[in-house]
């Protein structure tokens, strides 16, 4: 029903922010990693939008690629995930990391999202097999190969966040081997 707001933002308060369109202020649920990339209050701001309709409201959410936005639907088709949970998701993880995640049957990384057990997790996994990843090589985002994919689990390992890790992925050059793209990868954590 409402596929894109663009406008003025007027508020910003985590994870709801308040777009000003004509006069009409909209409240619009984001994820933490559409939140981080918003620009300053009063300046021009367009969404990709999905609304979604309950007996006792209209609940508005709002995506900065429509990758996380097919993520995001992808997400709230699944039992037992509403829309909080899938906005959580894409708050902790990006939406290549949830296709790898998928790709590799990994849980483990799914678990470390605040509100997923390990149940949860599972039903993910086995839900969006062959769904996300597939959505992803049509949108024209690939996953990471193999060597990105052992550094990044090595920052994980070393305690940094899904997203400082993947900053530091797309500094790397593509070719890099394992071992010396965790050192490059670690300076630029450093600094």
């Known amino acids: 029903m409402i596929g ?15 777009v000003d369109c004509g006069g009409v202020g909209y409240e619009v649920l984001v994820p933490m ?3 981080y990339n918003l620009p300053a209050l009063g ?17 508005l959410y ?23 949970t899938a906005l959580s998701i894409l708050s902790g993880m990006s939406v290549t990391d949830i296709a790898q995640s998928v790709a590799k049957q ?7 999202i605040p509100g997923i057990g ?6 993910l996994l086995l839900e969006l097999k062959g769904k996300l ?32 890790a993947g900053l530091a992925l797309k500094a790397l050059p593509a070719d ?7 050192k490059l990868a670690l300076k630029a954590l450093a600094k």
């Not at 894109?4 to 308040?18: F, M, S």
């Not at 990758?67 to 997400?75: C, I, P, V």
């Not at 390990?118 to 039903?123: G, I, M, S």
């Open 4 to 18: 894109k707001l663009t406008g003025t933002l007027a508020a910003k308060n985590p994870p709801e922010v308040l």
């Open 33 to 35: 990693s559409t939140f």
């Open 43 to 59: 300046q021009t701001v367009a969404l990709l939008t999905h609304l979604i309709v309950r007996e006792d409201a209209h609940l």
């Open 62 to 84: 709002g995506f900065a690629t429509n990758e996380e936005r097919a993520g995001f639907k992808q997400l709230v088709k699944i039992s037992g995930v509403g829309p909080r």
């Open 106 to 112: 990994d849980a483990v990384r799914l678990t470390k």
């Open 118 to 123: 390990k149940k949860t997790a599972e039903r």
């Open 133 to 164: 990843g597939d959505a992803l090589v049509d949108g024209g985002t690939s996953i990471a190969n193999d060597s990105q994919s052992d550094i990044m689990q090595a920052l994980v390992a070393l305690g940094y966040s899904d997203r400082d």
């Open 176 to 182: 890099v081997g394992v071992s010396e793209g965790i």
